[in-house]
């Protein structure tokens, strides 16, 4: 289809805009748009699908305007599209399942090692000039092999990371969906099935060594870990998050750190994400990477695969390979 319109509001990589130029034009701005830009893309009738940001948000007041056929999120996520107003509106949203897990999986199992082992804080001190030689008690950490990891959610990036940890001795506990729960039979859990031990959110709370998120971001899940979650956790804890930045209330966050109700935290994501709430990068219990999880050659390439493969699809008026609200296809 020739004639199909696409607007990339920030450049991927070269192969997936080329699979896109098979199938039209293609703009790429040198700017990242701001809120006004991206309504005027949406609502002109000059483009029928955009490809899309994690920070670019989608909300009900620009999709009951927008012209658009569809939204290809460059993400596994969608919670920057309100989802209910795009199939209201017959625009039909796809991100990329599936391809990241293990590149994330890896980043969690590293900011679990490089807290507990304060791996930047060595790093920073070496660097300093500070290492003068082997000292009995210089910047010790905490153990990994025989501690307790606890996994909020079971899904694929958790299953990936479980499986990491118990290589490295862990003991493994998970809430499959938390704050709630639900059963989980051996037959889920298939190879996992006897390694590691279905628990629910309070207790994942209070014994774990360290606690690893991997739910997605919902009304349930912003806040999850909150003031009273922080506070019940051992102060020897460490929390690591490499799921959604508002599943944790950041501020209390910082005071738990501070006040050493927690030990540490490794972060992948945050709430306001790039904007790192007051008092975060100053603190040396902490591990900070800016959102990486995905963040490998072949990972970023597959992604933007997808990705232009769900535009073109739905740029031709196709249900897209990987759709997250396939009924509003023609709806």
């Known amino acids: 289809m020739s004639g199909a319109r696409f607007y990339v509001t920030t450049p991927i990589p070269e192969p997936a805009l080329t699979l896109l130029r098979a199938a039209g034009s293609v703009d790429v701005p040198d700017e990242l748009p701001d ?15 955009v490809v899309s940001q994690l920070r670019d948000t989608f909300d009900a007041d620009l999709l009951s305007a927008a012209k658009i056929r ?36 890896d980043v969690a199992m590293l900011l679990i090692m ?46 990936a990371t479980a499986k990491r940890a118990l290589a490295f001795g862990m003991q493994v506990l998970f809430c499959p969906r938390p704050p709630g729960d639900r059963p989980v039979s051996d037959e889920e859990l298939g190879e996992f099935a006897g390694l590691v031990t279905h628990t629910d959110w309070d207790t994942l709370v209070t014994t774990s060594d360290y606690l690893s998120l991997h739910v997605p971001l919902n009304a349930q899940t912003r806040h999850l870990v909150d003031a009273g979650v922080l506070a019940a956790m051992k102060p020897s ?63 970023r390439a597959e992604m933007a695969r997808l990705c232009a493969e769900n535009a073109v699809a ?7 390979p990987h759709p997250v609200n396939p009924e509003a296809w023609n709806s």
């Not at 809120?35 to 699908?49: I, P």
């Not at 939204?71 to 596994?76: C, E, H, L, P, Q």
């Not at 920073?124 to 009995?136: I, K, L, M, S, Y």
């Open 35 to 49: 809120a006004a830009r991206l309504r005027e893309v949406c609502v002109s009738g000059d483009y029928d699908v």
């Open 114 to 159: 490089a807290t507990a082992r304060r791996a930047v804080e060595a790093d920073t001190f070496v660097r300093a000039g500070q290492f003068t030689g082997w000292e009995p008690n210089l910047l010790l950490g905490q153990d990994v092999s025989g501690r307790t990891l606890g996994l909020a959610g079971f899904g694929r990036i958790a299953r």
């Open 237 to 299: 804890a460490i929390l690591i998050n490499t799921a959604r930045g508002p599943v944790v209330d950041e501020a209390a966050l910082v005071a738990a750190l501070k006040s050493g109700e927690i030990a540490g935290a490794g972060l992948d994501v945050y709430e306001d994400e790039p904007t790192l709430a007051p008092g975060l990068a100053e603190l040396s219990n902490t591990v900070l990477l800016p959102h990486l999880g995905s963040a490998t050659v072949s990972v």
């Open 70 to 105: 569809g939204i290809s999120n460059y993400a596994v996520g969608f919670n920057n599209v309100d989802i209910g107003a795009a199939t209201a509106n017959s625009i039909l949203v796809g991100n990329t399942p599936g391809v990241l897990t293990d590149a994330t999986a």
């Open 314 to 320: 739905m740029a031709q008026n196709r249900i897209p």
